[in-house]
């Protein structure tokens, strides 16, 4: 069967690419803060950032294919250097991890 990470799982569009996923026969690990909206047995939440860099390696441990959808959606976050931080620091360290897996 084939593993799946998606990194910001329980996020609105996230959320819908697990369920697609697991309709498709998938087994799922989401990377991601919040917990998945609703608690499924193919899905295995890690709790956690993708600025974690060891978090992401273990997160991707065993996976086939990466989905990253992780990040800060919109400027208007009250610091505005978290934007930057997660969304090119989080992309950063994902696509550096899968590289070396």
């Known amino acids: 069967m084939m593993r799946i ?10 959320k819908h690419l697990v369920s697609a996923l697991i309709a498709r026969g998938r087994q799922v690990r989401v990377l991601d803060l919040q917990p998945p909206p609703r608690a499924l047995p193919q899905v295995e939440h890690v709790s956690g950032s993708v600025l974690d860099r060891d978090l992401v390696d273990r997160a991707m441990d065993g996976v086939d294919e990466i989905y990253h ?33």
Do not use: Q
């Not at 990470?5 to 569009?13: E, K, N, R, Y």
């Open 5 to 14: 990470l998606v990194t910001g799982g329980s996020g609105f569009i996230g």
């Open 69 to 101: 959808l992780a990040g800060l959606p919109g400027m208007w976050v009250p610091r505005k250097a978290d934007f930057h931080t997660v969304n090119f620091g989080g992309t950063e360290i994902v696509i550096e991890t899968a590289n070396a897996a």
